[in-house]
């Protein structure tokens, strides 16, 4: 059984055989792996310990030694932080490919067993809270041993995350699409979401099929105290002149509860609010925005390409996805 499983990944093997050269008298062990690899990730040996949970005297002891092993430095080490050099880029990557494939065996006899456990620590927008919650309970009623931690950030936040190793998966709008993504993520557009207008029942604007700018400016605004939600108020404003901003937040319930009794309205994006109780419940009206562009924006996940993909991980984005793309939801 366990042949058949190292027969499987036997070329990323024998390519680890060959690149150290183990034969000729070079001793390496996984734990020398995962430090080179946080490094790598993190640009930091600190980080990198804190993230490992070992000392920094731990990791330069053993990095230390593997380079001197090699007969090559794999780091550069300066007042800005932790860089690799031309050859140790090489190795890096070599590494990158061999803790994976360690992965993917581990997770073989999980598959084999029926018995998928592991960690899912997912990052996500406050805006995209609400849409979830059902994938999140059909996920965790089929895969009762998988832990799972989910955080709530603005979508730089996520993307450190990603970056820093806090975060496996994590979802994210662009909302500055001129910009490329990190090199060392892989990102997935899912959607694009409309920015629509949140009124309470009692408002005037809750009966309408559509509402202009202008006659927005006529309401108190709230809104999100977050990256993308003020640019956007900040564009709105220069488009269409000055608001009447009673507050911002980043706790959506309270900007949520103030729309709903009546005392402002706020634009949010449309999936942010699909399920969510203020609409269910009638609390809350949403109203479609016309005459304003970007009227929509994209949604999607994202994960660190230097990070294995695990079976818990692929599954919990399965069930994401179909919450998220599920043409049944409520709105």
Not at 254 to 271: S, V
Request: charged share 25%; hydrophobic share 40%; aromatic share 10%.
């Amino acid at each position: 059984m366990w042949e058949n499983r190292f027969g499987q990944n036997a070329e990323i093997l024998h390519e680890y055989n060959r690149y150290l050269n183990l034969s000729g008298g070079i001793h390496v062990n996984i734990e020398q792996f995962a430090y080179v690899s946080a490094i790598a990730r993190t640009g930091s040996i600190s980080i990198a310990a804190e993230q490992l949970h070992v000392s920094q005297a731990a990791i330069s002891k053993a990095i230390s030694k593997l380079e001197q092993e090699l007969g090559f430095k794999l780091f550069i080490r300066s007042r800005l932080g932790t860089e690799a050099t031309p050859r140790g880029r090489a190795v890096i990557e070599k590494i990158y490919d061999i803790l994976v494939k360690i992965e993917e065996i581990k997770e073989e006899a999980q598959i084999e067993s029926k018995h998928v456990e592991g960690e899912v620590r997912f990052s996500i927008g406050p805006n995209f809270t609400a849409a979830m919650t059902r994938s999140i309970i059909s996920f965790k009623q089929d895969y009762p041993n998988v832990r799972l931690t989910i955080s709530s950030k603005s979508s730089e936040e996520v993307i450190q995350d990603l970056l820093e190793d806090r975060a496996d998966l994590g979802l994210i709008y662009f909302h500055n699409q001129k910009k490329e993504p990190p090199k060392d993520l892989t990102v997935h557009k899912m959607l694009d979401s409309r920015i629509v207008v949140c009124v309470g029942r009692g408002s005037p604007l809750a009966s309408r099929k559509s509402v202009s700018p202008q006659e927005l400016l006529a309401y108190p605004f709230v809104n999100i105290d977050g990256v993308f939600s003020n640019w956007y108020l900040e564009d709105f404003i220069s488009k269409h002149g000055p608001v009447n901003c009673l507050f911002k937040s980043n706790n959506i319930e309270l900007l949520k509860r103030t729309i709903a009794e009546g005392a402002a309205i706020g634009m949010f994006i449309e999936y942010s609010m699909l399920n969510d109780p203020f609409i269910l419940s009638g609390e809350m009206v949403i109203v479609p925005m016309i005459n304003h562009e970007p009227n929509t924006i994209p949604l999607g996940w994202a994960r660190s390409a230097n990070k294995h993909f695990s079976i818990a991980q692929r599954e919990f984005l399965k069930y994401l996805m179909r919450e998220y793309l599920n043409p049944n939801l409520k709105h």
